[in-house]
């Protein structure tokens, strides 16, 4: 009897630990959905799970397009200029979209969904993050290595921070908003920020991980997922910049997408492929890699459903598709 019990537990045990791998295996390509009435190329794109939408910079089109994520449908287009990073901002209810032309910070009415105002900037802007607590934008210069601190209720620059190497990609905060991180592509490292005193702390080599692009803040672990543009994928610790764990992804990958509910990170190649690695504490796994569509390197999940969404052009037309679990 109690060898019959012991068994029992131990396959429980052993089911719980094969739940996420289950969920994650099960995602299903739904058909593409054309967002009609708008063409070109996309940038990041960002899932405000509490208002159910897909918020799409739309880069070639020179809007934000905020998408249904039920239906897939096209809510609205707003016009921007050529979006390349989005913020939310559920306490104040808005939307930050950085824009590379003309160059500005465009804040958005996100119950409206209308334009309530902009910050002038002197550069190309690429992608950003928000700090709610400090109501502190972070937008990277896309032609200097310079990140800018926004005040958004004054819609000013409030500081310019300097950084080594020629180009700058993903950045995102910590769990309690403290330090933003900042991957640096020339320079192969990992910058630590400190948000609220707005100053560098420290870089960190990002190796073996080259031209690192992507980055997921893996919540409640003090890590970091970070992609390099070589097919290389590491996890770092945010407290030393130890690189814990690497493994090999898809080449030329842009942003990846983190799901802690499964705990699955999702990288998006150019290439036609979606790069699919397992987390289990400080070990990665590469997994079968999922199907996506040439060009397509914007990605991003909802943490409420497990639901993963690419956006994309072919030709003239532009697309977005989920990929959903069963």
């Known amino acids: 009897m109690k060898t019959k019990l012991l068994t029992s537990l131990t396959c429980c045990v052993f089911l719980v630990m094969l739940q996420p791998l289950m969920a994650a295996d099960a995602l299903i390509p739904q058909s593409p959905v054309e967002v009609t009435g708008t063409q070109g190329k996309f940038d990041f794109i960002k899932v405000d799970s509490t208002k159910n939408r897909l ?16 239906t897939s449908k096209l809510i609205k287009s707003i016009p921007t200029g050529a979006a390349q990073g989005v913020a939310v901002d559920d306490k104040g209810g808005r939307y930050f979209v950085s824009v590379s032309k003309p160059p500005k910070m465009v804040i958005i009415d996100s119950t409206k969904l209308e334009v309530i105002g902009e910050v ?26 310079e990140l800018w601190v926004i005040d958004p209720a004054a819609k000013t620059i409030v500081a310019t921070l300097n950084m080594p190497g020629q180009g700058m990609e993903d950045l995102g905060f910590d769990d309690k ?15 630590q920020i400190d948000a609220k005193g707005q100053k560098v702390i420290t870089n960190w080599s990002t190796a073996p991980a080259e031209k690192p692009h992507g980055m997921a803040i893996v919540p409640g672990s003090n890590s970091a997922l970070v992609v390099g543009g070589n097919g290389k994928l590491v996890l770092m610790d945010l407290s ?8 090999d992804v898809s080449q030329k990958v842009d ?8 705990q699955r990170v999702y990288c998006a190649s150019g290439l036609g492929t979606i790069s699919v690695v397992g987390l289990d504490q400080n070990k990665l796994t590469t997994l079968d890699p ?37």
């Open 240 to 247: 030393s910049g130890k690189v814990l764990a690497s493994c």
């Open 290 to 326: 999922l199907p996506s569509s040439p060009g397509a390197h914007s990605i991003a999940v909802d943490p409420k459903t497990h639901t993963v969404w690419i956006a994309f052009a072919k030709d003239s037309k532009a697309y977005v598709q989920a990929f959903v679990s069963k």
């Open 120 to 145: 002038p900037l002197t550069d190309p802007a690429d992608v950003m993050a928000y700090n709610s607590d400090l109501d502190r934008a972070f937008v990277c210069n896309d032609e200097k290595p």
């Open 255 to 262: 942003e990846i997408a983190y799901d802690p509910g499964v």
């Open 177 to 191: 908003g403290a330090y933003v991180y900042q991957c640096l592509k020339d320079s192969n490292e990992l910058a």
């Open 55 to 70: 918020l799409a910079c739309h880069t070639a089109n020179g809007s934000l397009d905020v998408i249904d994520v039920t």
